[in-house]
Nanobody
Framework: QVQLVESGGGLVQNGGSLRLSCAASATAFTIRDMGWYRQAPGKQRELVAVIASGGTIDYADSVKGRFMLSRDNAKNTVYLQMNSLKPEDTAVYYC?????????????WGQGTQVTVSL
């Protein structure tokens, strides 16, 4: 069973920065991709940023130029550096991990961490 341990959420003022981290507890798999989604009240969960096994990173248009996703392969950990935060970035941020056990796919979600950006 894989556990995703998230940290780094909190309250920050408009224009501030936060860094989220997500560490996967197990290693008996091949990572397909790993990243962050977010869900604001009354809205659907949406992609923020994801990094594929080959290193390609995709960002939501709304965060391009402000957020940066990075990965530490040795620690099975991804980091989301969030700069120039805006009130509309307020949401619960969820870590997502997609893996393969041989030819069998698997997907996991973290418990979520709240990010609140005040005016």
């Amino acid at each position: 069973q894989v556990q995703l341990v998230e940290s780094g959420g909190g309250l920050v003022q408009n224009g501030g920065s936060l860094r989220l981290s997500c560490a996967a507890s197990a290693t008996a798999f091949t990572i397909r991709d790993m990243g962050w989604y977010r869900q604001a009240p009354g809205k659907q969960r949406e992609l923020v940023a994801v990094i594929a096994s080959g290193g390609t990173i995709d960002y939501a248009d709304s965060v391009k130029g402000r957020f940066m996703l990075s990965r530490d392969n040795a620690k099975n950990t991804v980091y989301l550096q969030m700069n120039s935060l805006k009130p509309e970035d307020t949401a619960v941020y969820y870590c997502n991990l997609n893996v393969r056990y041989g030819n069998v796919p698997g997907g996991y979600w973290g418990q979520g961490t709240q990010v609140t950006v005040s005016l």
